[in-house]
């Protein structure tokens, strides 16, 4: 026999208050009165029998007990909830909300989009340049394409592609400043993206030059930005095999050294497990790594990887 459940309302409310910490924050959120929400805690205490906060702290904490109900009631709700955004739009068009890495937002997926938007015309996109995680657990978002280690609970993720990372640099600076070893690196600017140096340290280690003296570099916050940097002739980026291939097949980029290393990153498909069903999130993704599959399949000679390992041999 099933198990007769508490009410919603309650629920609600439990799931609110464990979430933001607080019963004002839960009152605000569900645009309810502070009494109203303690009242549907304590009502949900009764009728389950057992206590779910410890009170008296500046912050409520769970039980052990109220511990074990959240997440079954976080993913009941989260399936609801896309169930129902699925019964709105049960075909491939509506709005589909999706952040992105900018560099891979502005490098790779702009360039091609129109063939995305060919083959559903009616979606509406709504994009958003960020690499910040915690957009998975925002209802305000569909989809996430994120450069990391692919560790995020809670969420759905799909290695969508690892990277190989080289120099990269305008041929009008070169023209003018060559580099004709990696140790003519020390007469150029080093041009970081969102990290603190690693990503550089680990293809000089690899080039047998972790001691090169660095006079000058610019931690420029994002790899878009390093990249455009290098592209105007600011200095040398660390391009990778998605993101520079374009730059470098129409010349505005060339790789000085036949030498990559592997990120120590990947980029990453991920969204909330309820979202993965809905049919308009599943195209998209699937249109990711569909498109992904025939870039690899009709690489130009020009391509990052492909001029990498020609000059190897």
């Keep these: 026999m ?10 609600r409310a439990f799931e609110a208050t464990a979430r933001r910490g607080s019963v004002s924050a839960a009152a605000r959120e569900l645009s309810v009165t502070h009494g109203a929400i303690s009242h549907q805690i304590r009502a949900l205490e009764v009728a389950l029998d057992v206590k779910l906060f410890e009170r008296g702290a500046k912050r409520l904490k769970l039980t052990s007990e109220g511990a074990l109900l959240l997440p079954a009631v976080t993913q009941a709700f989260g399936e609801i909830a896309a169930a129902m955004a699925q019964m709105k739009r049960p075909a491939t068009s509506g709005e589909l909300s999706i952040t992105c890495v900018p560099a891979l937002f502005s490098f790779w997926i702009v360039p091609r989009l129109n063939s995305f938007t060919d083959q559903f015309p009616g979606v509406r996109l709504k994009l958003k340049a960020s690499n910040d995680p915690a957009h998975l657990h925002s209802s305000d978002v569909d989809v996430c394409i994120l450069y990391g280690d692919g560790n995020w609970p809670d969420a759905w993720t799909r290695l969508w592609s690892n990277l190989e990372l080289f120099p990269v640099a305008s041929p009008t600076l070169l023209n003018s400043r060559p580099l004709r070893s990696i140790r003519d690196l020390e007469d150029h600017v080093l041009l970081h993206g969102d990290d603190d140096g690693r990503e550089w340290n680990t ?12 006079r000058q570099q610019h931690f420029m916050g994002d790899a878009r930005f390093s990249t455009e940097a290098a592209v105007h002739g600011q200095g040398i980026a660390l391009g990778d095999t998605i993101t520079a291939s374009n730059l470098i097949a129409r010349g505005e980029l060339v790789v000085p050294f036949d030498l990559s290393v592997t990120a120590n990153d990947s980029f990453y498909v991920a969204c909330r497990p309820a979202m993965r069903t809905t049919p308009i999130v599943r195209v998209f993704i699937e249109w990711m790594f569909a498109t992904l599959e025939a870039d690899q399949l009709a690489k130009p000679q020009t391509s990052a990887r492909t001029l990498i390992r020609s000059r190897r041999a």
């Design 2 to 11: 099933t198990s007769r459940l508490p009410p919603l309302n309650p629920l």
């Design 203 to 214: 293809w000089l280690s690899a080039a047998n030059a972790i001691d090169l003296p660095r």
